[in-house]
């Protein structure tokens, strides 16, 4: 089973250990593509304050931001694991795992990156700030500058598993599996549902959604359970205690589409 996790906008500050080393990293493939990027961000941020703070998008309040990426190359580094933050990580709590469910963390959990692309939780990085909405000036919108790298890497590391795509949509983007792994892929909407005078109302709210993500990813991995395709993911998350609600795609190389529905958030 591939887990495929969105970052956190916020995130933990940088270790006081060795820095980075990009050859350490996982998915050696997008090597050549991460050294571009870290190169054009470390320059950006080097440079022109202002600048640097519109491209990636961040308020006055978050110009130290842009000095922490100019720093990126000798700053400490943590497994991504502690780097990220926020309510999906709070809920998935990597660091209170039993050492079985952290080593299935470690092979099945990848997190997307504007900056990295993607990397397993056990990588360790610097903390950084660059959202895969972010468009450089010299490599452009970073979703589409990975969308290649990512097609030719990814169908591997996914091989012949389940897919569970808990991204959301703007690091979807960098990403859609194709034919046989779109088959194997199931992507999870979270649904809150209360009934208002007697009517059954749903809605979709953001950090409730993060936070039943974390919380669900938590449980197959505390469970230990290996589904193999959408169909065992949903017996299992039902034997699990969520309420799942799910039809297979009308078509075959499509991925899932499972929504969990929750009464307490």
């Known amino acids: 089973m591939l887990v495929l996790l969105p970052p956190s ?3 933990a ?7 980075l080393k990009p050859e350490g990293l996982s998915l050696p493939g997008l090597a050549d593509a991460r050294a571009a990027v870290l190169d054009e961000v470390v320059e950006l941020c080097a440079g022109d304050e202002e600048k640097a703070r519109e491209v990636l998008g961040l308020s006055a309040g978050l110009r130290g931001e842009v000095a ?6 000798t700053a400490g580094a943590r497994p991504a694991g502690e780097i990220y933050t926020g ?5 998935l709590d990597l660091a209170s795992l039993e050492p079985a469910a952290k080593r299935r963390a470690a092979r099945s959990l990848l997190v997307f990156s504007g900056l990295w692309g993607a990397v397993r939780v056990g990588d360790r990085i610097p903390s950084y700030r660059c959202s895969m909405g972010v468009r450089l000036p010299g490599l452009g919108a970073l979703g589409a500058f990975w969308r290649p790298v990512m097609a030719e890497v990814l169908p591997g590391v996914a091989g012949e598993g389940l897919v569970l795509d808990l991204r959301s949509s703007a690091y979807a983007a960098a990403w859609k599996p194709k034919g046989g792994t779109a088959g194997r ?12 005078d007697g009517v059954e109302r749903r809605t979709v709210v953001s950090h409730f959604n993060k936070a039943t993500k974390g919380r669900l990813v938590r449980d197959l991995l505390v469970s230990g359970a290996a589904p193999r395709d959408p169909g065992q993911l949903v017996d299992v998350l039902r ?5 799942v609600e799910a039809e297979p795609p009308a ?4 991925p899932w589409a499972l929504d969990v529905v929750v009464r307490e958030v």
Not at 185 to 196: D, E, G, S
Not at 239 to 243: I, P
């Open 68 to 73: 922490k990426n100019a720093e990126l190359r």
């Open 239 to 243: 034997e699990l205690g969520y309420v």
């Open 185 to 196: 892929t199931a992507t999870v909407r979270v649904l809150h549902t209360q009934f208002v």
């Open 251 to 254: 078509r075959a190389g499509r």
């Open 87 to 91: 309510v999906l990580y709070d809920a």
């Open 13 to 19: 500050p940088s270790g006081r250990g060795a820095p």
């Open 9 to 11: 906008e916020g995130k």
